[in-house]
Structure formats: structure tokens, C-alpha cells
DNA sequence: TTGACAAATGTTAGCGCTATCATTTTGATT
DNA sequence: AATCAAAATGATAGCGCTAACATTTGTCAA
């Protein structure tokens, strides 16, 4: 038992004791049995993390963030990748469940009822990542999806572009609200017109970026910029206009979603609305770790915003 | 008991009690406590795999490969970040093998010798991803980069470019082959040229593959080709490239490594070196979960290949 | 020196499963 | 109906740890 509080909680066992111990452990190589451990105290330090993907960069720099805060700490991650489907969703929260996690992140907004049943009686912390919206279950950090898209939208109009269009991939909820967040902004200027809205339920890649803008070229060809759901699109939209001769920004404006690091290697550079991803990872994981230590937040969520980063490919007329 | 059996070895258990025993678990919203299980078989379900980084597009498509095949499977994928340093994978190792795991899969031959006993000890099964060699722990599934890197020099070489430079960041072991590749054979060739190998231990990114071909031009201005180490390098050498004003592929070459998606999409198409990560990660936990299921692979080790992506990058002279 | 209290350490039971072996049931065969 | 092996089910103990409480040791003031 003073092994086991050596362990756990050093400042409840005198100095004297805890060296001996600790000498012990070194030369056994003792390392606790963490099932033992989780099945006596009926708890683990689990702390689940659920996303839909596990290939876009999106999803991998919150991830990083995640692992960046977590390492060296006691918690450990437990990653699932629900691909898109609330009813994966609702499994992996499950199973996620039945290991007595200590904390549980996951994304958005939008479980299932049964999820969202599941998730209110759970006897652990929860984390909601990526958005901001109202009724978090416990805890939320993330951003409001429609107001960045509506200063993307409003920037590409103050650039002096009148026709703009929206291309996007695979609609899950956030890409649906950064849609929404452009047409409201189009319809408010008077300038929208449905025939600008080129999606796909694809998974996005460069490629599809290039064949969407193909797309919208070819349904509105007096088009004058898009805003992209996402940089892998924008950066196949830059490609595909170069290919056809299309000079931007002159004649056509293009903005991305995320500011990925590539967007301002691009030539020209590539506007975007920069998230924070990494920080939104390390910040939810220092949030969660400490809620679970007792250090309650002062408000259940957090609006880390964003930022439209004007670069070439929107700059109209300017010289930069 | 006979629960117990039911629900992990049904076929021991006779038809009608089954059903009365599945009616109740779903009744009661039964799901065992995987805790207590590890704790008295002595063994768990999950499957370690630790991969040097989360965020770069060669591991994250492996663990995509992965994932998809633990999906709906009884194994439970846990994720290790060795972020490249091999103290932080043996301490990794350290902390999975405490969880008892039925397999560890890891990255590379290149482990500490702490590392290598721990493995060869180890009471699980061991398999090596990324690369082939010699000595496997136990299996070993990947390609050689040495070779992979040779033949795209020999590509850069037959299209007529006489003086390749090669670029690369962060120099993992992996990285190194690949310039020990290129090396050999611009030595063979007798093109070689030491100032034309720029490299820094600073993380791939493609804004740095514009710097790194800034520096190769500066150090040795009459390079007429690149060897990149990673996609993301070559895209931003392209990008750099363009600004300068370099036409594409007559006076410079372009040869990347990995053959992400959207190097199919640039403008120009850049010829990479197209390598199977989505396969070897789902090739990887296939050959885990039969060898966890008795089913001996016939042998030890698979080599994936690579196969040259030839693209307009490198089409010097031809009309494509 | 004594008592009072806190700090440190120890005792006991049990977390929810599964390995092992014992027992009962089933079904085929004589 | 009797026999026997195989199939199915059951009883028991224990995996390695921690919660809860009990006991011992140390510290300080009166």
C-alpha cells in the first residue's frame, strides 16, 4: 500500500521511505500493472479522443496539439476516427465508455440523440473541439465556422470581386456552415447566385480542387473568384487556372480555409483564413487535464476565432 | 462462466443458451469491462503502434491503412508519437509493453540497443513498418529507400539532367538512405557534386523547399536538377522555382519522393517516387491480426517496392 | 512526561473478469 | 436400457492493484 501511494501521491509518503521505494523500483524495473490499477480504482487515465478523420491535416495539427500537451503527462490518449458517420460516432463513444475514461474530446456539434444521451450521463469529463455553438455538454473550444467564412466572403467583395463562387468537398457539418456563413454574406451584397455552388461528396483532395473550379468555369464562366471550403482546394483551384491561362488575382481571386503552411509558398501566395489548430489541440488538452486535476474553467467555452490572411491570389489591382 | 464464453468464444457455447445469453446483454446494455479482462487473462486486445511523427503524410496515411482494417475488428489501436527521437520511443515501448499488448507495430530498423532487448523480450508479437532489412525483431513490411532513391536519380539521369542537386530536411534514417541513394549513383554516373547537397535538420515543410532550392541555386547556380526528399520539398522547389523565373522542365528538373495526391495536380505535374503507405499500413495490420490468430505468414518480411512516377517535371525536351 | 493530534504506514477486502478443473448434460452406440 | 465420449456448463481461485479504514509513529505544547 505505501508502494502504491509512493506512486500516485510521493507527498503522502516521508522522504525516508520514498528513496527506498524508489531505489526498489529502479532496480526491479517495476512498472504498475495499469488494468490492475483501473479495475481497483475503477477509473483510467484514458482520456479519449474521437475525430472524423484521421488523414486531414485539419484534424492531424489538433491531434499534434493533443499529443504535444499530453506527453509526459499521466493522461494517455486514446485515439478514434469515426470517419464522417455519427453512427461510428456513437460506437467509439461507447466502447470509449466501457474503458472508464477519465476525459472524452470530441468534435463538434452534431451527435446522434443516442451519442448525445450517452455523453450527458457519462461519468467523465467532456470536450467538445473544432466549433463553437451554444448547450456545450461540459466543455467546448473551438470557433464559429459561418462568422470565418463570412469575413472570407466579405474580403473577397472589399477586393473588388462582384461574381465570386464557393467550391467544396465532402459537406460534413462545419464545411455546411462555412457554405451557409458565404451565402448569407453573398445574399446580403446582392451578388449570389446558386449556380456559383459547385460540391461534391467526395473526399477532398488538390485534384478535386482542380476539377470543381473546372466545374464552376464551365456552369458560370463569368465567375471572378472563389472562396474554398478547404486549402487542398485552393491550391488545386490555383493549379487549374494557371493551366488555363486565368490570371490571378487579376482576373479571378481565389481564398483557401485553414492557412495551411503551403498557402504562402504558393505562387502567387494563396489567402486564407487561418484557424488554430495546433493551439486548439494543446488548449483542449491542457483545458481536460486541468478540469480533471480540479481546476475548473472560469466558462465552459472558448472562441479562439480566426484570421483572414490577405496574400497575392485575392489582391486585385494592389501591387502585393 | 459460460457469459464469459459467450461472448468470446460462441462456438463452445450450445445455440439456445447463446440466444438467451445475447437477448440479456442487450437487454442490459451489457459490455464488459475490458480492464477487468486484461487483469485476469493476463493480456489485452490492443495493438501499439508507434510511428516518429502524427502530422507528416507519410505516417498519417499509414495509420489511415491502419485504422481502416482494425475497424470492426476486436484489436484496439493505441498510438505512440516517438516525434523522431529514439529515447522517446524506448520509452514508449516501455509504457505499451506494460499494457501487455498482443502486438507492437514500429517504424524503421534503426531502435536503441535498450530498444532492441526490450523488443527481443518482449511477450507480444513485433512488426517493422517503413522499411526493409536485414534481422526483423519478428516481421517486417516495407521498401527499400535506398533503392527507391537510386532509381529516381537514374530517372533524373536519363532524361538528361548532368548536374542533380538533392534537398532534404529533418534527416531521419529513412532520409538518409535516400540521399545515400543518390549519392551512390550520381557517383556512379560521375555527376556527383557535394555542393549540391543542401540539407537542414529543421522540419519538411514546403515553404522550406523554397528556401533549400534558394540555397542550392545560390551554392551551386548551374545545378540543372533536384532530388527532394519529400513531396512537400519539391512543390515549394517548384513554386521557388517559378518565381525565378526557371522554366519547368527544360532548364530544371523536379523529382519528389512519396507521390502525394496533388503532385499529379501541379502545374507542372512533378514526377515523385510513388510509395504504398495506404497499403503497408493496412498490409501491416492484416499480418498482425493473422499472426495474432495463428495464421504464420510463409516469411518474415515483405518489400512493397516503389515504383517512378514519371510527370512533366522532369519530361525535359519531350513534348509531355 | 504526558496527552493530543497529525503524519505515516499497514490491514483487509474486493474491483470484474478468466484459467483451470470439476461436474453435468447430451447424443451416439451398443 | 446401459455405456461412454464429447459437449456444455459450473465452481473456485486469483490476476495486481486501490479505497477505506485501522494502527503505529512522530511532533509539539502544556
Known amino acids: 500500500m505505501t508502494v502504491s501511494r509512493a506512486l500516485r501521491n510521493p507527498d503522502k509518503v516521508s522522504q525516508k521511505t520514498l528513496t527506498k521505494i524508489r531505489a526498489v523500483v529502479e532496480r526491479l524495473g517495476y512498472i504498475p500493472d495499469p488494468a490492475a490499477s483501473a479495475l481497483a480504482a475503477g477509473k483510467t487515465n484514458v482520456i479519449g479522443v474521437i475525430v472524423p478523420s484521421v488523414t486531414n491535416n485539419v484534424f492531424s495539427d489538433v491531434m499534434r496539439g493533443i499529443y504535444e500537451e499530453a506527453e509526459g503527462s499521466k493522461w494517455q490518449i486514446q485515439l478514434g476516427n469515426s470517419r464522417y458517420s455519427p453512427l461510428e460516432e456513437e460506437n467509439l463513444v461507447r466502447t470509449f465508455l466501457s474503458q472508464k475514461p477519465a476525459g472524452l474530446i470530441l468534435s463538434g456539434l452534431d451527435q446522434s440523440e443516442v451519442t448525445a444521451n450517452l455523453l450527458r450521463s457519462a461519468d467523465c469529463r467532456i470536450l467538445q473541439i473544432m466549433e463553437c455553438g451554444p448547450d456545450p455538454y461540459d466543455m467546448m473550444i473551438g470557433f464559429s465556422h459561418v462568422e470565418a467564412s463570412m469575413a472570407a466572403t466579405r474580403h473577397l467583395l472589399e477586393?473588388?470581386?462582384?461574381?465570386?463562387?464557393?467550391?467544396?468537398?465532402?459537406?460534413?457539418?462545419?464545411?455546411?456552415?462555412?457554405?451557409?456563413?458565404?451565402?448569407?454574406?453573398?445574399?446580403?451584397?446582392?451578388?449570389?447566385?446558386?449556380?456559383?455552388?459547385?460540391?461534391?461528396?467526395?473526399?477532398?483532395?488538390?485534384?478535386?480542387?482542380?476539377?470543381?473550379?473546372?466545374?464552376?468555369?464551365?456552369?458560370?464562366?463569368?465567375?471572378?473568384?472563389?472562396?474554398?471550403?478547404?486549402?487542398?482546394l485552393a491550391l488545386g483551384a490555383l493549379f487549374e487556372c494557371q493551366r488555363r491561362g486565368l490570371r490571378i488575382p487579376e482576373e479571378f481571386g481565389i481564398c483557401g480555409f485553414n492557412d495551411l503552411e503551403m498557402m504562402a509558398a504558393a505562387n502567387p501566395s494563396i489567402t486564407s483564413v487561418r484557424t488554430f489548430r495546433l493551439d486548439m489541440g494543446r488548449e483542449a488538452m491542457r483545458w481536460m487535464s486541468n478540469a480533471l486535476t480540479g481546476i475548473e474553467p472560469d466558462k465552459p467555452a472558448i472562441d479562439l476565432g480566426y484570421q483572414i490572411i490577405a496574400r497575392k491570389s485575392t489582391a486585385r489591382g494592389a501591387g502585393r
Not at 176 to 202: M, W
Request: hydrophobic fraction near 35%.
Open 159 to 232: 477586393a473588388g470581386y462582384r461574381r465570386p463562387g464557393y467550391i467544396a468537398a465532402r459537406l460534413d457539418p462545419r464545411s455546411q456552415r462555412r457554405l451557409l456563413g458565404f451565402q448569407k454574406t453573398a445574399e446580403e451584397a446582392g451578388v449570389f447566385d446558386a449556380n456559383r455552388i459547385v460540391t461534391t461528396p467526395r473526399p477532398s483532395t488538390v485534384t478535386l480542387g482542380c476539377e470543381l473550379v473546372a466545374d464552376l468555369l464551365s456552369k458560370a464562366p463569368d465567375s471572378d473568384a472563389i472562396l474554398c471550403n478547404n486549402d487542398d
